[in-house]
Each structure stands twice: as C-alpha cells, then as structure tokens.
C-alpha cells in the first residue's frame, strides 16, 4: 500500500516504515495494514500432550505429597518452637494461599518450574522464622523479658532476611527478564512468593506476638527438649576449611571427568526430537520395543524403563524437521508397537524442534550469567568488600559443579530417571537460590560479629558460624524434608526432578559453611595484605 523497502532481516517478526507521513496518514496506513495480514505460514517447535490417566495421576500424587510434606514440616515447627511454632504455621500456611491465589488472579500455569519456585520460597519462608525466632531466644539467654526480646529478636532479623530475600528476589527479576518457557514459570513463582513470605513472617507472626502479649497469654520458642540444641557449639570450621577444599577440589575433578567422558543425559528439550510415555498392560524388555520400532522409525530410538517395568520412554529424532508429520509419526509408532502383540496407551508425547531446544540453552545461560553479575554487585555494594561477593559466587558455581557431575557419574546407575530437560534447568536455578540464600544469612551474622566482638579473625568467624547453626540445621531438615516427600510419593514424572533439589540442599547448606565463609577469608588476608 506504502511500497516500503525491505532493507534487512526483519528480526522477531517486527518492522517499521519510514517516510514523510502526517499523523493523520500514518494513522491512516497502520488501519489499513491492521485489516490485512501477510501469508506468514506457522510452524510448531515446540509441543506437549499429557494423557488423561497421566495428568490425573501427576496430580493426585503431586497433592498427595504436597500434603504430606507441609504437615511434617508444620508438626516439626511445634515440636521445636512450641507456641511460636503454631505462628509459624499459621503465618507458613496463609504464605501459601497467598502464592496460589496471586497466580490464579493472574491465570498462570503450574508446571515443574513453578512448583519449584513454590518450594524453595516455602523454604525461604521457613527460613525467615526460623531466623527471627533463633534471635528471640539468643535474647532471652541473655535475661531479657518476653517483650523487649521479642522486639529486638525481630528488628536483629531484619538485616539478613532483607539481604536474603533481596538476593534472591533479584535473581528471579534477571530470570524473568531474560529467560523463557520454564525459566520464567520459575521466576514468576519465585517472585510472588518472596514477597507473599516476606509479608507473612515480618507482619503476621508479630501480629499474633502482640495478641498473645496484649492478653497475656505465654509465649513459648522452644519445648523444654529444644531448649538447649545448638546452645554451646564451639565447632572449628575455619581450621577445617583445607580439608573442606580437598574434599569438594576431588568432587569436581572426578564431576569434570565424567562430564568429559560421559557427558549428560540430555533431553529432547536440548537436543531437539520426540518423546513418548508409554504404558503396556504387562511387563515389557526395552530391547524388544526398541527392535520393534526400529523398522518404522528407519532407526532404533532410545527406550527406557520409565517408572515401573510395565512403562516405558521412547525417544526419537524421526521426521523432527518435517512440517506436518505428526500424524504419520503416530503411525509409524502404532505399526511398531502392535507387532508386540500388547495392549498398550501413549500417556503423553512431546515434541522440541531443534531452533527451541538452541533458544533453551542460550536463554538459560544469558539469565543464570546476568543473575551471578547482579548477585555479585549487590552483595559487593551491601557488605562492602570484595570478599563477601567471591565467597558467594564460588560456593554458587562449586554447588551447581557438584550438582551436574552426580548427574553425570550416576545417569544410567539409579532407577529413576536423571534426564536434563527444562525442569532441570529449573532444578539448577532453585540450588543458587538456596545457596544463595544460606551464605548471605552466614556472611550477615559474620559481618555483625566483626564489628561487635574482639578477637582473631578466625575465632570471630567460628563463633558467627555457631550462632546461625541452629538457624541453618532447622531450614535445611525443613526444607529437605519437603523435597524427600515429594521425591518418594510424587510419581516418576518429579523424581529425578526432586533429587537434584535434595542434592543441592544438601551441598548448599555444605558450601555456606565450608566454601563460601572460609574462601571469604582467604580473600579478605589478602585485600587486608594489599
């Protein structure tokens, strides 16, 4: 209509026509443009279809977990803090309605990512009473009364609950800017929790607190078992630290050998291909179904034993890149499969186009990059020395290492699946929140005893590490407990997922206290050297 000129690549299907137009013409020409449309032909790159009987199954399993874990983990809160674990709960469990009702208001879709966010800010919630309540009874050893105890409990929290929930708040901001798919699922759920959690443990706990006192009814932070746990640790971490680096320098090693030799189970989400569950009515060998798809398929897709013996994964790269097969590949499948002489249902099926799979990995590597940049210039800004911010970055990038090498050296060995798909990626991105989250509240504590005890470097350090041990063993046992629950009864479809969450608690709270803080250590002699 304008006979504009096409002077490039036109990237992301937008574009602009200059010329001297009056507003009126320019408005003019957009209707007109607005009424027609170019013969621009859609291609699919990216599809999922779950069966009936399998989504109903991830569902009530997934509940069935969700329910259990949430009940241990509020049972374990009243046993260790008594009445201000009822607050806790009470403060916990309005945290989640909160997260459900904000993504339902927004009409989100809850996959693997987003009940990852879900539980990482659940551990994060947990996290933050557990932090005020360890300084309500540091407080209350010192002789001060339930009021003034309370009060300074809760302002002496604020600082590392703001620095924790800040860092990672940050992190889901960078992820949701640069990533897609489920790295943005991740962070959307990620960020509404943060703030839900935040809101719920300052605001509504003190709430109750004040009720509480304004009746006077008694208050109890511990039962006369907790009462005492943690109390008098005088554990030597910084002279362990040499043995600490040994330890995780080996871990790597033999991780970067496997990850060079063996390499990773890669999903059709970074390869590209198609993929089917399938479930037989009686046992079946892999070998035989993948011999009976091999002739329709022109060549032997990978099988594998999927849960029980009677389910299995088949995936292929047959006919991946041709528009409209589709229907000629289920074909081809059903033709395979009959010459087994087998009842049998395809519970789901999924499709990933080489270019998305590509897009995947670039959006998750730019998204984590920028997110340890942003990290490592506020913790910079916040504690003031580069130290802080090394020791913070290491124990990210040592957790994650640590996390891709037993993915590596045990792919294939275990009788779950340990496949890297974008559930995994989400996986990855809940390690270097909790990480995260666990060595900022350590280098908070290690920052407030240099300025308030005397003594050498080391044994101020030490007696910061013992003071937050408390703090660290509550949040990880919670935390750990949640993921083991949904691990054992949420289906084979999370498993794998839930197991690299358990071993990155598990390494996380590992690197806080023996890479983060002594690397921090290590690098502050040497800024004081220079």
């Given amino acids: 209509y304008s006979f504009p000129t096409v002077n490039d690549v036109i990237p992301n299907g937008s574009s602009s026509i200059s010329g001297n137009f009056t507003v009126e013409e320019a408005e003019d ?5 607005k009424a027609g449309k170019l013969p621009a032909p859609a291609k699919i790159i990216q599809s999922e279809i779950v069966g009936p009987s399998l989504g109903a199954e991830a569902i009530s399993s997934g509940f069935t977990s969700f ?14 803090y008594q009445t201000a ?22 009409g989100a879709v809850l996959s693997l990512p987003g009940i990852a966010g879900i539980v990482l800010t659940i551990g994060m919630a947990v996290d933050a009473n557990v932090l005020i309540y360890e300084r309500i009874r540091e407080e209350l050893r010192a002789g001060k009364g339930m009021s003034l105890a309370i009060s300074d409990g809760y302002n002496n929290a604020y600082a590392a609950i703001i620095d924790a929930n800040v860092t990672t708040l940050l992190t889901g901001v960078i992820l949701y800017t640069f990533g897609t798919g489920p790295i943005k699922g991740f962070a959307t759920t990620l960020i509404i929790g943060i703030i839900t959690s935040l809101f719920a443990a300052i605001f509504l706990t003190r709430l109750v607190f004040e009720s509480k006192m304004a009746s006077k009814k008694p208050i109890k932070f511990a039962s006369k078992m907790t009462e005492n746990w943690f109390a008098n640790n005088n554990f030597a971490f910084i002279a362990k630290r040499k043995t600490a680096y040994i330890f995780s320098s080996l871990l790597i090693v033999l991780g970067i050998s496997s990850l060079a030799t063996r390499g990773l189970n890669e999903g059709v989400d970074f390869k590209g291909g198609r993929t089917f569950v399938v479930r037989f ?13 091999a002739t329709p398929f022109e060549t032997a897709p990978e099988v594998k034993t ?5 389910q299995v994964k088949i995936t292929t790269k047959f006919m991946i890149d041709e528009k409209g097969s589709d229907e000629l590949v289920d074909a081809k499948l059903a033709e395979g499969l009959s010459t087994l002489g087998m009842n049998y249902e395809v519970m789901s099926s999924q499709l990933v186009g080489p270019t998305i799979a590509d897009d995947i990995k670039q959006s998750a590597l730019w998204a984590v990059l920028f997110s340890l940049i942003v990290i490592f210039m506020y913790i910079l800004i916040r504690f003031r020395k580069m130290s802080y911010s090394l020791g913070a970055v290491a124990a990210v990038f040592h957790d994650v290492l640590i996390v891709l090498s037993i993915f590596s050296i045990f792919y294939g060995k275990l009788p779950f699946s340990l496949e890297i798909d974008q559930a995994f990626i989400a996986a990855i991105l809940t390690v270097i929140g909790y990480s995260l989250n666990d060595t900022v509240v350590v280098f908070d504590r290690v920052r407030e005893y240099f300025s308030k005890k005397k003594g050498t470097t080391h044994d101020i350090v030490n007696a ?18 949640v993921l083991f629950v949904i691990f054992v009864f949420g289906g084979e479809v999370i498993r794998g997922f839930m197991f690299a969450l358990m071993i990155g608690v598990v390494v996380g709270t590992y690197s806080s206290l023996f890479i983060a803080t002594p690397i921090m250590i290590d690098t502050l002699k040497e800024e004081t050297e220079k």
């Fill in 29 to 33: 020409l957009s209707n007109i443009l």
């Fill in 306 to 310: 999927f849960g029980k013996a009677d």
């Fill in 281 to 293: 009515d009686q046992d079946v060998v892999t070998q035989e179904v993948r011999s009976s798809l």
């Fill in 464 to 481: 910061a590490l013992n003071s937050t041990l408390s703090r660290t063993i509550n949040t990880s046992v919670t935390t750990f407990f």
């Fill in 85 to 106: 674990g009822l607050a806790a709960n009470f403060a916990l469990v309005l945290n989640i309605l909160f997260i459900f009702g904000v993504l339902s208001s927004l």
């Fill in 67 to 80: 329910a259990i874990a949430l009940l241990i983990v509020l049972v374990y809160m009243i046993f260790y």
